[in-house]
């Protein structure tokens, strides 16, 4: 098992490029539209049963984003951050935790400062050059496409709560 792997309590995230495919849609009436997979939401509810905390720091506001988060049960959620390690020392003091105790994914030059902070890091197959070179992690399937559930099972897998989180889907009943 990786050491960096095992201490992770928390996995954080960037929103756009990360649980979205990055991309802005607005419709007629001025409305925002994002894209999340399913997966990476059923992902994330595995990791969460399993102990782990989850939590989102992005750069815009968007009623979208706390409607997902609700839906997840994300309670750490911090939206128009400009200037990400912000959020990210308050969730440090307010959980306890530790830079080594934090995952975080992120896709873009804004991410870098938390990226190259954190216990473990990690992006997507379509960020931005610059940090895919500085992750310890670069998931294969681009985001809002399961890159998120890639970086979930790795947690999960390699800290040994993947069976207990599982079982009950490879149950026969017998």
């Known amino acids: ?5 095992a201490k ?9 490029g990360i649980l979205t495919d990055g991309r802005i849609h ?13 997966k990476d939401g059923h992902g994330l509810k595995l990791l969460q049963r399993a102990g782990f905390r989850v939590g989102i720091i992005t750069g815009r506001n968007s009623n979208i984003v706390q409607r997902r988060a609700e839906e997840l049960g994300i309670e750490i959620l911090y939206q128009g951050a400009k200037k990400k390690l912000v959020p990210y020392e308050e969730i440090l003091r307010e959980t306890g935790l530790r830079d080594e105790q934090v995952a975080y994914m992120g896709d873009d030059l804004v991410d870098l400062p ?4 954190v216990g473990f890091s990690a992006t997507v197959a ?14 294969s399937r681009p985001g809002g496409r399961g890159a998120v559930r890639e970086v979930c099972e790795m947690l999960l ?18």
């Open 1 to 5: 098992m990786d050491d960096s792997l």
């Open 157 to 174: 897998k390699r800290t040994g709560g993947w069976e207990a989180v599982t079982e009950r889907y490879f149950d026969s009943g017998l």
């Open 114 to 117: 938390i990226l190259q902070r």
């Open 8 to 16: 992770i309590r928390l996995l954080l995230l960037d929103v756009d």
């Open 126 to 139: 379509d960020a931005v050059a610059e940090v895919r070179e500085r992750v310890d992690f670069v998931a």
């Open 26 to 38: 607005y419709d007629t009436a001025g409305g925002e539209v994002k894209s999340f997979d399913v």
